[in-house]
């Protein structure tokens, strides 16, 4: 009885070789966040990054950082319609979004 092994070679090396692996940062804050009360809504608007390269969108959160209300993949969005009780005052964060989901920091906005 013979046996015959097959051996492994190592994956080649060298440029070209290898997939490329990128770093994507978390995006940078929206800027000049203000709130406007309105009927049964709170409107809150914001301006772009100051470097938005890779910036997929925004997200909305409402009293909590974990508590999402809006998302948007809209990179030219600058406001959110939020719908509130009546004579209601909240904390709304907004932060900006990669694509791979990453958040920016988020930025606090009463409204």
């Known amino acids: 009885m013979s046996m ?3 051996s492994i070679q190592p994956p080649p090396q060298g440029p070209g070789t290898h997939p490329k692996v990128q ?3 978390k995006p940078d ?8 009360s309105g009927s049964l809504e709170i409107l809150i608007f914001w301006n772009a ?4 390269r890779g910036l997929a969108g925004f997200r ?3 009293t909590t950082e974990t ?3 809006y998302e948007t993949a809209d990179v ?3 406001s959110a319609k939020i719908k509130v009780p009546a004579n209601t005052t909240d904390v709304f964060f907004i932060c900006a979004i990669n694509e791979l989901k990453r958040e920016s920091a ?3 906005v009463i409204g």
């Open 4 to 6: 015959s092994f097959q």
């Open 23 to 25: 770093f994507r940062p």
């Open 29 to 36: 804050v929206p800027r000049s966040l203000r709130s406007q």
């Open 49 to 52: 990054p100051e470097d938005n």
């Open 60 to 62: 909305v959160s409402q």
């Open 67 to 69: 508590n999402m209300v």
């Open 76 to 78: 030219r969005a600058r």
């Open 106 to 108: 988020k930025v606090p």
